[in-house]
């Protein structure tokens, strides 16, 4: 299996912040890296696909790039609702694995 | 509307079977693979495998192969995830998920709002 390293696995942040996540992958994955946001209670959301591509309906304060083994969220300017958790997922290869998840607080 | 429904939370205890459902609607059920991803309670997501109910080819992560079935049944539009007997370490809440193409490794667009399943004596 692919192995996925998110880092920071939680951070602090204030509104209006930039924010950036990393994940790495165990071995090149391309470009075949998707985030997901969840908040408590709720199902997952995907934010970004195939590493870069904004998801339609996505505020464009949410990017991310990167390929083979290292990549990128950003969130340019925080708003009150991005406190939450956010997941890589690799799909390069079966199965495919998340990482562990970074949670933004306040 | 493109939905994922999924049955309501279940409480077992050891050793009892268990078949949780995911119903498909407002697309073509048949054309679109089906997934489901393990939340143990206050961890991360776990992929746990995938069906395509058009033919039920269906694959499994290692980590859960043999522990658990998917199938479909195309004719009512509905996915499952069963267990023959459940442990106290499958507690968790199940989400099913659909990937925004038709392939298998497409990102999941498409989500269920998740199943709560208990195992407690």
């Known amino acids: 299996d692919i192995q996925m390293t998110q880092s920071p696995s939680s951070l602090s942040a204030s509104v209006g912040d930039r924010v950036t996540i990393t994940c790495q992958a165990s071995q090149d994955i391309s470009n075949y890296l998707n985030w997901y946001q969840q908040k408590p209670g709720k199902a997952p959301k995907l934010l970004i696909y195939d590493a870069s591509n904004l998801e339609t309906g996505v505020p464009s304060r949410f990017s991310g790039s990167g390929s083979g083994t290292d990549f990128t969220f950003t969130i340019s300017s925080l708003q009150p609702e991005d406190f939450a958790t956010y997941y890589c997922q690799q799909y390069d290869n079966l199965p495919p694995s998340f990482g562990q998840g970074t949670k933004l607080e306040i | 509307e493109v939905q994922l429904v999924q049955s309501g939370a279940e409480v077992k205890k050891p050793g009892e079977s268990l078949k949780i459902s995911c119903k498909g609607s407002?697309?073509?059920?048949?054309?679109?693979?089906i997934g489901w991803v393990r939340q143990m309670p206050g961890k991360g997501l776990e992929w746990m495998g995938i069906?395509?109910?058009?033919?039920?080819?269906?694959r499994y992560s290692p980590s859960f192969q043999g522990q658990v079935t998917i199938s479909a049944d195309k004719s009512i539009s509905t996915a499952y995830l069963q267990w023959s007997s459940l442990k106290a370490s499958d507690t968790a809440m199940y989400y099913c998920?659909?990937?925004?193409?038709?392939?298998?490794?497409?990102?999941?667009?498409?989500w269920g709002q998740g199943t709560m399943v208990t195992v407690s004596s």
């Open positions: 069906i395509y109910p058009g033919d039920s080819d269906t």
């Open positions: 407002g697309y073509s059920f048949t054309s679109y693979w």
């Open positions: 998920a659909r990937p925004s193409g038709h392939g298998w490794y497409h990102a999941f667009d498409i």
